[in-house]
């Protein structure tokens, strides 16, 4: 079977078997939506955000976009923070991206795409931002897995320099930020130690892991 008909059937195959799993699930998930984590992360369909932390619906509100860009300027990636952390509560927002982005690459390499050539500048900020760092590597594989790194950090960044993260906090919001990236090789999740609950702790840790980059 192939076309959206599939789509169907898989749907009824899945809602049956979660409702078998857990009788009344639909019904409860129908009366509340309390997830703790906002994840803003890559729209490549090889990462799907629950699946891989094994979270269910309504457990992870998620955003996603090609590249996992939070930009200052996208008022869909802003919306979407406002509403988590300001009606939702979320307690920690997590910025994750993937080893093997294409988007990452075509960044890199700088390729004519059209349209998408305009929101893949952001990754190329990133680039010149770091540009000593990454002409320091010897491989385009490493250069490529690099940038993917820095790419999430500086995006938890921009996260963190928003008003609603920043207003949150001072009205003592508990509300943690994370950067991470999945491996697309083993499917795990490696934690790249730049974050924290407030300015001081975010600016510690990317101070920290600028020290320790190549």
């Given amino acids: 079977m192939r076309g959206i008909d599939a ?11 979660v409702e078998a799993e857990e009788p009344g699930f639909f019904e409860k998930l129908e009366g509340q939506q309390s997830p703790d984590y906002l994840w803003i ?14 979270l269910m619906p309504g457990e992870i509100f998620v955003h996603r976009n090609v590249g996992n860009i939070a930009a200052h300027s996208d008022l869909n990636c802003l919306s979407v923070i406002h509403y988590a952390v300001g009606v939702l509560q979320v307690k920690d927002i997590v910025v ?27 990754i190329q900020d990133v680039m010149r931002t770091h540009a000593g760092q990454l ?69 510690a840790s990317y101070a920290e892991a600028s020290a320790l980059s190549p």
């Avoid at 992360?41 to 094994?54: K, N």
Wanted: net charge neutral; proline share 1%.
């Fill in 135 to 203: 002409a320091r590597l010897t491989t385009e594989r490493e250069r490529w897995d690099r940038l993917a790194e820095l790419n999430v950090i500086e995006q938890l960044m921009n996260v963190s320099r928003t008003t609603i993260v920043r207003q949150a906090w001072a009205q003592g919001h508990a509300l943690a930020l994370h950067a991470v990236i999945y491996s697309l090789s083993d499917g795990l999740l490696r934690d790249l130690k730049v974050g924290g609950a407030s300015e001081e702790e975010l600016a």
């Fill in 7 to 17: 789509l169907f059937e898989g749907n009824r195959a899945w809602a049956k078997r």
């Fill in 41 to 54: 992360g890559c729209s490549d369909s090889r990462v799907p955000a629950t699946q891989i932390v094994d």
């Fill in 96 to 122: 994750c991206g993937h080893y093997g982005c294409g988007a990452v690459r075509a960044a890199l390499e700088n390729r004519e795409l059209g349209l998408i050539d305009n929101w893949l500048r952001f």
